[in-house]
Every structure is written in structure tokens, then in C-alpha cells.
């Protein structure tokens, strides 16, 4: 594939995930048409023809250029059938609106409305990768993973695995109190899981390989998003409260019940380290000059050193202040 295709894809890939990951309907909407306006230039570019700036232009050639690159299929893989949906272009072009709105205007729109435009985004870059890949005569999986390694350097990491471990136990654990309780199917839709996920993402390569491969690691987020799911049941709970004015669920109407859970958030924590502040050097650079700094007073003698700083002289590998 076009390392210029690649690109683009990688980061329709990224504009995806922060969609996935938002905590605002403005913020999974921005980010998630962000997803499909990147498609749209992978897709131009994969034919030759260079993407306008303009996105409303873009979209319309993008359009009438491939009006079927993001048709729904039906995908086989191995032992399995799997449908795969797409996207259709009448409610994307109501998502470019949506989009200009929530970049330049005030915004509103309902969390579940704003969930199933991210769940649209995610498809558009699915379809549109499968769409490439029966270009090129490639493997639509083998595309994907490597858009998401020039993405995230990964596209299943041991962390996915423990997530998806916690995320089965959950799912076992309402599935076994549906049974017990007598709404089996329901208790296991409703479960918090299923609206929850936690992902771990870097931009460095050694940083990346640790989030790929390590176990401890792995079982650490794990339990961070055990945490977290149980914190969405709790602000559920006190949602319920003051939506219900502190009666009991049974006297509380079902457009209630259903406000309850109707609501986005995500949990923003972040590490931005390896640079001294203000000036932005590594740490790693300026503890190499300091050390050598050190080396150089150590290895001479104190009268030397005295002469050195009688003389106004310093070691070409020492800091000198200003």
C-alpha cells in the first residue's frame, strides 16, 4: 500500500479511537467525522487524485468518485460469517453538518445519538479499508493491523486481552444475576461493560512494545478498568437518585430509568513527561551534561581547578550558566 494511503488511513484510525474515547457528544462528533474525512483522502489519494482542502469539495468528490466504498458486507472468515455494516452517504453528509456545527457553533445532541455517530465513523473506516484492500488484492485484515501499527504501534496488545478478560467477568457476572433475578437477556444488555472500554496509547516505540507484550502491565490497566466501570455504576446510581428525587426505582417512570444511563463521560488521565519544562530539553540530555560536569571535577585535581577558575576557562563538556 501508498505510504501516503497508509497515512491517511492511520490516522482515520486515530481520529476513531479519540471518538471512542470521548467524553462529550461535541468531542465524538468533531473527532469522529475527523475519521471519515481522513478516509475520504486515503481513498482520493489511493485513485490518484489529490484530495481539495475544502472538506465540503472533498466529500462531494469523494462521493461520486466511489459511491460504493462503504457498502455493508457480509465477511468470511475462516469457520465464520461475520456482517460487517458501512455507511450510508445521505447521513454522512448530515454528519459533515453535525461536524461544522460542533467545531464552530454551539452544540447540543443526545449521548446515544452522538454514540451511534461514533459507531458510523468506526464503520466508514472499516468499510473503507476493506473497500482498499479488494483494490490492491489484499488481505482486508493485513490492511487494518498495519494501519493500526503506523497508528499505535499495535493492533491487539496484552492490555486488549486483560480489558477483554475483565470485560467477560462482568458480562458473567450480570448474565448470573439476570438468572437469578428473572430477566436473564436483559441484565446482560443492560450490563455497564458493554458501554465501557480502556485502552492504552503511546507514541514511542519502547513505550508501545511494553503496552504490546507486558503482562504486569497489562494486569494493572485491567484492574483500572474493573474501577472504572464500577465508578460509571456508582454516578449511575446517584443519577438515579436526584433524576428520581430519591424514590425507589419501582415508582420511577421508565423515561427516567432510561435518563439515567443516557450520558457520556470518559476518564481523562494522561503522562507527558521526558522534558524539563519551559524549555522543553529530555531530561536525559540535560542530566548528560550535568554528569559530565561532574566527570570533569572529579578526574582533575583541585588546584587545576582553581586555575581554571581563575583563568575564566571551563571544559568544553561543562554547563555554564548564563
Not at 6 to 28: E, M
Not at 208 to 215: F, P, R, T
Request: hydrophobic share 40%.
Amino acid at each position: 500500500m501508498n505510504d501516503e494511503v497508509l497515512l491517511q488511513l492511520a490516522l482515520a484510525k486515530q481520529y476513531a479511537h479519540h471518538a471512542r474515547f470521548a467524553g462529550t457528544p461535541r468531542q465524538a462528533v468533531a473527532d469522529g467525522y475527523s475519521a471519515v474525512d481522513a478516509m475520504l483522502s486515503a481513498l482520493l489519494t489511493h485513485s490518484g487524485k489529490e484530495p481539495p482542502k475544502n472538506h465540503k469539495l472533498k466529500f462531494d468528490t469523494a462521493r461520486q468518485s466511489f459511491p460504493n466504498a462503504f457498502a455493508p458486507e457480509i465477511v468470511h472468515r475462516e469457520k465464520s460469517w461475520t456482517f460487517s455494516p458501512g455507511a450510508d452517504w445521505a447521513s454522512l453528509e448530515v454528519y459533515y453538518k453535525e461536524w461544522l456545527t460542533s467545531r464552530y457553533e454551539k452544540f447540543e445532541m443526545d449521548p446515544g445519538v452522538a454514540s451511534g455517530r461514533v459507531r458510523e465513523a468506526n464503520a466508514v473506516v472499516s468499510s473503507g479499508i476493506r473497500y482498499l484492500a479488494k483494490r490492491e488484492d489484499a488481505d482486508a485484515d493485513e490492511l487494518d493491523e498495519a494501519a493500526c501499527v503506523r497508528a499505535f504501534g499495535f493492533k491487539f496488545s496484552e492490555t486488549s486481552t486483560a480489558v477483554s478478560a475483565v470485560h467477560d467477568l462482568l458480562f458473567q457476572e450480570a448474565e448470573q444475576f439476570g438468572e437469578e433475578h428473572g430477566s436473564r437477556l436483559g441484565t446482560k444488555l443492560a450490563a455497564t461493560t458493554n458501554y465501557c472500554d480502556l485502552d492504552l496509547v503511546a507514541g514511542d516505540e519502547l513505550t508501545q512494545k511494553i503496552i504490546l507484550e507486558d503482562l504486569d502491565i497489562a494486569e494493572d490497566a485491567a484492574r483500572v478498568y474493573h474501577l472504572f466501570v464500577h465508578l460509571i455504576d456508582k454516578i449511575q446510581e446517584k443519577r438515579l437518585e436526584r433524576i428520581c428525587e430519591g424514590r425507589p426505582i419501582e415508582n420511577c417512570t421508565p423515561e427516567q430509568v432510561i435518563d439515567t444511563t443516557d450520558f457520556m463521560l470518559s476518564l481523562k488521565a494522561r503522562y507527558h513527561g521526558g522534558t524539563i519544562p519551559l524549555v522543553g530539553v529530555p531530561w536525559s540530555q540535560a542530566l548528560k551534561g550535568v554528569l559530565s560536569s561532574v566527570s570533569h571535577v572529579l578526574k582533575k585535581p583541585m588546584a587545576e581547578l582553581a586555575v581554571e577558575k581563575q583563568d575564566g576557562k571551563a571544559a568544553p563538556d561543562q554547563i555554564v550558566g548564563n
